[in-house]
């Protein structure tokens, strides 16, 4: 049974340049969140996607965005690159009806470095 | 901003003893409650659930709620090596996002 898959692991990106990060859920998850963890805190949640939609956000800028597939994998687009967004990337799947109690299992992670 | 709170430690104990890991959050509307282990350089990996008052034990680990006082934590006993990590209270207060603390890093020493 695939737990959640990140791809990819490390990326060393310039300012200003875009990225896309990509994660398949947990087999028979629907629910994707995509969290950024900077170095010595905990997980940020950034936004949440079900049923293709975005169903809750956190604090993060529009320069954030996100997608969610039929086949419920998703994407994460980070635009304008800054500095400050270098940090480990999560994403979390869980069952989306119930996702307000539902366990979330997080990927491996990708490492983002800015330059 | 609805906070959870963690002594970020260290939190030093020998082999073999118990550890235990506190967590305060602000929100008296949580309702769900999950703990993490974090080994350096890797993602959180989920240790138990809590939803309800009281006690829930899984092998070593007992997870600790109390709603009146707003605290939940983590014990774990027997502890071993590999059990140094960095563990991370998470709530939901409301929605489906994980408000996460900062973590308590634990040290289990030979």
């Known amino acids: 049974d695939a737990g959640v898959t990140q791809s990819p692991t490390h990326l060393i990106k310039t300012r200003g340049q875009q990225v896309t990060l990509r994660c398949s859920p947990k087999s028979g998850h629907d629910t994707v969140s995509w969290y950024q963890q900077a170095l010595g805190q905990g997980p940020q949640f950034i936004f949440q996607y079900y049923e293709e939609e975005e169903r809750q956000r956190g604090n993060f800028p529009d320069r954030f965005s996100g997608h969610q597939f039929p086949n419920y994998s998703s994407e994460l687009n980070v635009n304008a690159l800054l500095l400050g967004d270098s940090a480990l990337y999560l994403c979390?799947?869980?069952?989306?009806?119930?996702?307000?109690?539902?366990?979330?299992?997080f990927g491996q992670g990708t490492r983002l470095t800015v330059v | 901003q609805k906070e959870v709170e963690q002594n970020s430690g260290p939190l030093s104990v020998p082999e073999g003893a118990i550890a235990s890991l506190n967590c305060t959050y602000s929100?008296?509307?949580?309702?769900?409650f999950f703990w993490y282990r974090q080994y350096s350089g890797k993602s959180p990996e989920l240790i138990m659930s809590i939803y309800s008052n009281g006690d829930k034990e899984d092998g070593r680990f007992t997870a600790q709620l109390n709603k009146a006082s707003q605290y939940v934590s983590l014990l774990i006993r027997d502890s071993q090596p590999s059990d140094s990590a960095t563990y991370l209270c998470a709530v939901i207060n409301s929605g489906y996002a994980l408000n996460f603390g900062k973590g308590t890093s634990l040290l289990v020493t030979p």
């Open positions: 929100d008296r509307g949580s309702q769900s």
């Open positions: 979390a799947s869980s069952f989306g009806v119930a996702s307000n109690i539902a366990e979330a299992f």
